[in-house]
């Protein structure tokens, strides 16, 4: 199994996803964010990484398929999360 910053270094979206979620990344805020998406519960990065990998696959294959389910603002919820959340895997394995 992948390690979540390898997986998220994986990931290709359409360019706009990417550019709307990048808005976001400066102000992202994990405290107010990972718990309207994965729900009370103290996750770190890692963990965190992980979850919002799942669900954002969840999104994808809605987007793809064309499901009336999908919401674009929900994957750029996502996408931000997982931006947020490989910044902090990153400075972890650079300390």
Same mark, same amino acid.
């Given at each position: ?11 290709? +979206? ?15 805020? *994990? $405290? *107010? ?13 890692? +963990?965190?990484? $992980? ?10 294959? +809605?987007? *793809? ?5 999908? +919401? ?24």
């Amino acid at each position: 199994m992948q390690d979540p910053l390898s997986r998220i270094d994986a990931l290709k +979206r359409p360019p706009l996803l990417i550019e709307a979620a990048r808005f976001g990344i400066d102000g992202y805020d *994990r $405290t *107010r964010l990972l718990p309207r998406l994965l729900g009370a519960g103290a996750f770190g990065p890692a +963990r965190a990484a $992980t979850a919002l990998l799942d669900r954002e696959a969840e999104l994808e294959a +809605r987007r *793809r398929s064309g499901s009336g389910e999908y +919401r674009p603002s929900r994957h750029v919820e996502l996408i931000v999360a997982l931006m947020g959340e490989a910044r902090l895997l990153r400075a972890k394995r650079l300390s």
